[in-house]
Nanobody, 124 residues
């Protein structure tokens, strides 16, 4: 069974940090771009960050630029999103996804598979 499984979410105080993981099973991540998206209650899904298959290209939403870092370890078949300087507005369910091409991830289209999501809550 082909799956993406997110983990690492939780409750954190403003200014805190978390690292989210996205582990693939049933296939290898090597040839895919990976994206992180989030959805807060009552809001539309928002693209957070993308990374190319090689890891050489990354992009970030303006709202997280300088605070979040996307990375991948193809040997571990896992991608990561490090969240730093968290704000209450970052509260959302975070999802990882795959696209064949990096441009598709950045453009927000042609998603192949989604994980179940992991909840991040930023609150004092």
């Amino acid at each position: 069974q082909l799956q993406l499984v997110e983990s690492g979410g939780g409750l954190v105080q403003p200014g805190g940090s978390l690292t989210l993981s996205c582990a693939a099973s049933g296939f290898t991540l090597d040839n895919y771009a990976i994206g992180w998206f989030r959805q807060a209650p009552g809001k539309d899904r928002e693209g957070v960050s993308c990374i190319s298959a090689s890891g050489h290209s990354t992009n970030y939403a303006d709202s997280v630029k300088g605070r979040f870092t996307i990375s991948r370890d193809n040997a571990k078949n896992t991608a990561y999103l490090h969240l730093d300087s968290l704000k209450p507005d970052d509260t959302a369910v975070y999802y990882c996804t795959l696209t064949t091409y990096y441009s598709e991830c950045v453009g927000g289209s042609a998603f192949l598979l989604w994980g179940q999501g992991t909840q991040v809550t930023v609150s004092s």
